[in-house]
Every structure is written in C-alpha cells, then in structure tokens.
Antibody
Framework: EVHLLESGGGLVQPGGSLRLSCAAS????????MTWVRQAPGKGLEWVSG????????YYADSVKGRFTITRDNSKSTLYLQMNSLRAEDTAIYYC???????????????WGQGTLVTVSS | DIQMTQSPSSLSASVGDRVTITCRAS??????LAWVQQKPGKAPKSLIY???SLQSGVPSKFSGSGSGADFTLTITSLQPEDFATYYC?????????FGQGTKVEVK
C-alpha cells in the first residue's frame, strides 16, 4: 500500500527557512516523479513544485521560484522541499503527491499525503 | 500560464441527484486534465485522469468527458460521501494549474 508522510511543518518568522520532508513507502520511489501542492487556509489547491524520478528534472510555480528548492533522496525514499525567504502568503498546508510516471511531463496525481501545516508569522 | 475556470463555484443537490461540473481551460490542453475530490479537513483524492479515465478504486458513478478546452465531471446518484469540493487540474504544461473548485453541498 502506498503511504506518504509529510513532516517538517511549523511556525516560522517571515524571511525564515523551513525544510519539509515526505517519506514514501509501498512503491519503488525512484520510478516515480513527485510533487508538492499547497492549500492556504480556506483557499483552493495550488501546485508548488515537481521533480522527476531521477531528480534530473525540476519544475516550480512562479510564486516560489528562486525561494524554494525541491530535491529527493532515492536511497531514503524521501522527497524534500527547502523553503527560504518565507512570506506570510506561504502559509498553507503542504501536500506531497506521487505522480503516475517517472518523467515530469504529462504525468498526473495518483496518491496524496495527509499534509503538513506551515505558518509564516511574526 | 493556463487558467482553469470551473462552474458553478458551488451547487446544492440532494441524495440521488445527478450533478455536472464544468471546467474550461484558457487554451487547448488536449486531454491532460484531472479531477480531484477534497472533503473538509482531508487530503485531496485523485478521481480522474486523461479527462475520462478513472483512477483505480474510484466508483463508476464518477465520469469525465471533454478534450481541448472544455471538460465536464458528472456524478450520478449522489450519496452523502460525495458531498465535497471538486477541482479540475491541467497537466499539459508547467506551471500546472487548478480550477478554483466547485463545492457540492447538501440541499
């Protein structure tokens, strides 16, 4: 059974940094692209970033480009999101999701984690 | 960026009803369209990919159609567990984008 467990969320001051993790199990992690999606309180879903199975391809929303970095450690079956220069508008639940194939193009969501809450506030 | 527009933003329906949600892309996206369900306080769940293909384990009461720029999600025989918010999402090009969501509420 596929299982995705996010961690690393919490309260951080504006301008601060945080690293989210997503521990995966139940599938061959390196064979699948992964992605992060966030949801601000009371708002809709917003795609944040994606990474191919090898880690060679990365993709970002304009709202986080240059501030967030997505990486993966296939030996640990773990996905990461390094978030720097955090702003109040980054406050959201962050979900990781498994995609349908190894490449980053024309691949779709299959499984979602339960999410981790990031709050950016002074 | 490709804009995704859903209609309606919300709808009220009764158990047993058939409901249809529309999603329009700002440009053609072939069939690279997914539908996601989210219940209050829960993680999203993927329902449909490639505009009309059901994810594994999703009941056939859910169906999707369309290609190009216009898509629909239809739910037949609405049950209490189907009251949720539904999002369309395009994966034709980056950045991926979601519709604003359609909340299906109990009448």
């Amino acid at each position: 059974e596929v299982h995705l467990l996010e961690s690393g969320g919490g309260l951080v001051q504006p301008g601060g940094s945080l690293r989210l993790s997503c521990a995966a199990s139940g599938f061959t992690f390196s064979s699948y692209a992964m992605t992060w999606v966030r949801q601000a309180p009371g708002k809709g879903l917003e795609w944040v970033s994606g990474i191919s199975g090898s880690g060679g391809g990365t993709y970002y929303a304009d709202s986080v480009k240059g501030r967030f970095t997505i990486t993966r450690d296939n030996s640990k079956s773990t996905l990461y999101l390094q978030m720097n220069s955090l702003r109040a508008e980054d406050t959201a639940i962050y979900y990781c999701a498994k995609l349908s194939s190894t490449g980053g193009w024309y691949t779709y969501f299959v499984y979602w984690g339960q999410g981790t809450l990031v709050t950016v506030s002074s | 960026d490709i804009q995704m527009t859903q209609s309606p933003s919300s709808l009220s329906a009764s158990v047993g009803d058939r409901v249809t949600i529309t999603c329009r892309a700002s440009q053609g996206i072939s069939n690279y369209l997914a539908w996601v369900q989210q219940k209050p306080g829960k993680a999203p769940k993927s329902l449909i990919y490639a505009a009309s293909s059901l994810q594994s384990g999703v009941p056939s009461k859910f169906s999707g159609s369309g290609s190009g720029a216009d898509f629909t999600l239809t739910i037949t025989s609405l049950q209490p567990e189907d009251f949720a918010t539904y999002y369309c999402q395009q994966y034709d090009s980056y950045p991926w984008t979601f519709g604003q969501g359609t909340k299906v509420e109990v009448k």
